[in-house]
């Protein structure tokens, strides 16, 4: 036998790019992470008290279908338990879906800076990813419906979007779905609907409710528990049977399920997020448009800003993380070479973010 045989991924897995996720600082470092957007405020006081309930029964299994955090969930967001599906994280609701519903030779379709998951969940299952431009960093709805073929089978929508934080209204979402032949499936992905304040958004419940062909994605990881590892989602029927006929069966473990249930029904914590997030989010845009910086506008809870060019935006990172903060570079994953992702945390972080940046361009 020869002593090069080896086991040897299927095609095309080895020319999927991985994941990249935001650096944190050095070890032993004081360095704040600004890079991840993880919740400005910790995790609800109830979630961790829950959690720690829960150390004197890590030896056993936890209810498989997650019916405690179902039941939360479906409580305050008003929706039938059976309706939903929990994962270990929503990046696993996301692999699921592709892995159910995409196969060879069909397509997926996205928008040019849309979530980098997206990508590596479809060419996975050996479909192809169909990348549309957006206008102004936000996804286009003619543009989309434009890529459509008798191949796709699945639109995937980051509302609000990674990493821009750019959102597509309630009504154009609708005139999205309106576009759409029947067995396309439309996954909304609102990661981060805690965070948004615009009027005119919508999470995406509703069309779920109206629609056989509509799931909404959601995660805890923005709300605080970002290492329990929580998502879930809520859709039709015939998407919940097919989801549970092939997850794990213990997918989501006992101490991230009670600590997922007291953060859901910790309603006034989330508020206080919302709260914060939108003032410190609103102040440190007015604070750095301008002096050649563009904020873009953001329903989530970090800002990207812009630069004139790829080296002023690679200088700014340095700045930063020389003055002790860690931001995220987005040339990598997402291709914007010429700009930073900036997640909002505390009052003392933005205010000293601010201050770095504006006396890096002079100002």
């Given at each position: 036998m020869s002593e090069n045989k080896r086991p040897t991924p299927q095609a095309g897995i080895l020319d999927i790019a991985p994941y990249l996720p935001g650096k944190s600082g050095a070890p032993g470092s004081y360095a704040i992470k600004l890079s991840a957007n993880e919740s400005p405020l910790g995790a609800s006081p109830k979630a961790i008290e829950a959690f720690a309930a829960m150390a004197d029964k890590l030896a056993i299994y936890p209810e498989g279908s997650s019916k405690i955090l179902r039941e939360a969930i479906g409580e305050v967001h008003g929706i039938d338990p059976e309706a939903i599906v929990c994962g270990n994280g929503s990046d696993d609701i996301l692999h699921l879906l592709a892995q159910i519903y995409l196969g060879e030779g069909d397509e997926a379709v996205m928008n040019r800076y849309g979530f980098s998951v997206y990508p590596i969940i479809t060419k996975a299952t050996g479909a192809q990813i169909v990348m549309v431009e957006e206008t102004d960093y936000t996804a286009d709805v003619d543009l989309i419906l434009a890529?459509?073929?008798e191949r796709t089978k699945v639109i995937w929508l980051a509302n609000p979007n990674n990493p821009t934080g750019t959102y597509l209204t309630d009504a154009e979402v609708r005139r999205l779905h309106a576009g759409l032949r029947p067995d396309i499936l439309l996954v909304i992905d609102s990661a981060y609907a805690e965070y948004a304040t615009a009027a005119d958004y919508s999470v995406g419940i509703e069309l779920v409710r109206e629609f056989d062909?509509?799931?909404?994605?959601r995660t805890f990881s923005k709300m605080g528990l970002a290492a329990a590892r929580i998502g879930?989602?809520?859709g039709p029927d015939h998407v919940i049977d097919a989801m549970h006929r092939i997850r794990g069966p213990f997918n989501v473990n006992l101490p991230a399920q009670m600590a997922g249930a007291a953060a859901m029904r910790d309603v006034e914590f989330t508020a206080q997020l919302n709260a914060h997030n939108a003032k410190w989010r609103d102040w440190l845009t007015a604070?750095?448009?301008?002096?050649?910086?563009?904020?873009?506008?953001s329903q989530a809870n970090f800002i990207l800003?812009?630069?004139e060019t790829k080296e002023e935006a690679a200088a700014a990172f340095e700045t930063l993380l020389a003055a002790g903060y860690v931001v995220r570079?987005?040339?990598k994953s997402y291709d914007i070479w010429n700009g930073i992702r900036i997640s909002i945390g505390s009052e003392e972080a933005m205010r000293a973010v601010a201050?770095?940046?504006k006396e890096f361009k002079g100002a």
């Amino acid at each position: 036998m020869s002593e090069n045989k080896r086991p040897t991924p299927q095609a095309g897995i080895l020319d999927i790019a991985p994941y990249l996720p935001g650096k944190s600082g050095a070890p032993g470092s004081y360095a704040i992470k600004l890079s991840a957007n993880e919740s400005p405020l910790g995790a609800s006081p109830k979630a961790i008290e829950a959690f720690a309930a829960m150390a004197d029964k890590l030896a056993i299994y936890p209810e498989g279908s997650s019916k405690i955090l179902r039941e939360a969930i479906g409580e305050v967001h008003g929706i039938d338990p059976e309706a939903i599906v929990c994962g270990n994280g929503s990046d696993d609701i996301l692999h699921l879906l592709a892995q159910i519903y995409l196969g060879e030779g069909d397509e997926a379709v996205m928008n040019r800076y849309g979530f980098s998951v997206y990508p590596i969940i479809t060419k996975a299952t050996g479909a192809q990813i169909v990348m549309v431009e957006e206008t102004d960093y936000t996804a286009d709805v003619d543009l989309i419906l434009a890529a459509v073929t008798e191949r796709t089978k699945v639109i995937w929508l980051a509302n609000p979007n990674n990493p821009t934080g750019t959102y597509l209204t309630d009504a154009e979402v609708r005139r999205l779905h309106a576009g759409l032949r029947p067995d396309i499936l439309l996954v909304i992905d609102s990661a981060y609907a805690e965070y948004a304040t615009a009027a005119d958004y919508s999470v995406g419940i509703e069309l779920v409710r109206e629609f056989d062909n509509v799931v909404m994605v959601r995660t805890f990881s923005k709300m605080g528990l970002a290492a329990a590892r929580i998502g879930w989602m809520v859709g039709p029927d015939h998407v919940i049977d097919a989801m549970h006929r092939i997850r794990g069966p213990f997918n989501v473990n006992l101490p991230a399920q009670m600590a997922g249930a007291a953060a859901m029904r910790d309603v006034e914590f989330t508020a206080q997020l919302n709260a914060h997030n939108a003032k410190w989010r609103d102040w440190l845009t007015a604070e750095l448009s301008g002096n050649s910086m563009r904020v873009l506008p953001s329903q989530a809870n970090f800002i990207l800003v812009l630069f004139e060019t790829k080296e002023e935006a690679a200088a700014a990172f340095e700045t930063l993380l020389a003055a002790g903060y860690v931001v995220r570079e987005v040339g990598k994953s997402y291709d914007i070479w010429n700009g930073i992702r900036i997640s909002i945390g505390s009052e003392e972080a933005m205010r000293a973010v601010a201050q770095v940046l504006k006396e890096f361009k002079g100002a």
